[in-house]
């Protein structure tokens, strides 16, 4: 099993940034890919930016680009989301995820079925 803790989430103002943490515990060697999803309330779990271990290769919403990066730090077991440039419609609860289905090409990380492990998610609120 895998246990994933998310932290780094707050009220801020837009125009602000956030860095949110994802730290892996247990058993981390099964992970392949790694992904930040959100969820407004009302709204469903949508897809934010991933990353492969292997090869670094990172994916991002649309709605994202050029303001949000995803990293890792292998040595900590943690992932990261830099968040610059926020804006209202990012406020939602962050979820950190983790996939071992190596059946899966990247191009579906996007996918909320991609992903066997899930963190309880931090709240993220932008304020206008």
């Known amino acids: 099993q895998v246990q994933l803790v998310e932290s780094g989430g707050g009220l801020v103002q837009s125009g602000s940034s956030l860095r949110l943490s994802c730290t892996y515990s247990g058993s981390i060697y099964t992970v392949l890919a790694v992904g930040w999803f959100r969820q407004a309330p009302g709204e469903e779990r949508e897809f934010v930016a991933s990353l492969r271990w292997s090869g670094d290769s990172k994916l991002y919403a649309d709605s994202v680009k050029g303001r949000f990066v995803i990293s890792s730090d292998v040595a900590k077991d943690t992932v990261y989301l830099q968040m610059n440039n926020l804006k209202p419609d990012d406020t939602g609860v962050y979820y950190c995820?983790?996939?071992?289905?190596?059946?899966?090409?990247?191009?579906?990380?996007?996918?909320?079925?991609?992903?066997?492990?899930w963190g309880q998610g931090t709240q993220v609120t932008v304020s206008s």
């Open positions: 995820a983790g996939s071992r289905q190596s059946h899966i090409a990247v191009n579906y990380d996007y996918r909320v079925t991609t992903y066997d492990y």
